[in-house]
Nanobody, 122 residues
Framework: QGQLVESGGGLVQAGGSLRLSCAASGRTFSRSYMGWFRQAPGKEREFVAAIGWAGVSIDYSDSVKGRFTISRDNAKNTVYLQMDSLKPEDTAVYYC???????????????WGQGTQVTVSS
């Protein structure tokens, strides 16, 4: 069984930056489509960004496009989410997930991490 573990969350002021990491273990995810989702209190889990196995086929939600950058290092079995120009509305638990094909739907993702909290103060 594969496992995904997120790290890098924390408290940051509006306008600041954070870099999230998602380390995979137990199996290789080098051929998986990797995504980041987030869930704010009282809200549905929503798609943030995703990246294909070759580092292309990148997709962003409109709310983060131009501010967040997703990347991956298959040699390290790790996916990253660089978050710049953070806003208070970015506050949420951020989850890493793996799917077999490109998708924005959380139901299409087979593996999930436990999440990491990101809090942006105004």
């Amino acid at each position: 069984q594969g496992q995904l573990v997120e790290s890098g969350g924390g408290l940051v002021q509006a306008g600041g930056s954070l870099r999230l990491s998602c380390a995979a273990s137990g199996r290789t995810f080098s051929r998986s489509y990797m995504g980041w989702f987030r869930q704010a209190p009282g809200k549905e889990r929503e798609f943030v960004a995703a990246i294909g196995w070759a580092g292309v086929s990148i997709d962003y939600s409109d709310s983060v496009k131009g501010r967040f950058t997703i990347s991956r290092d298959n040699a390290k079995n790790t996916v990253y989410l660089q978050m710049d120009s953070l806003k208070p509305e970015d506050t949420a638990v951020y989850y890493c997930a793996a799917a077999q094909a490109r998708s924005r739907r959380k139901g299409d993702y087979d593996y999930w991490g436990q999440g990491t909290q990101v809090t942006v103060s105004s």
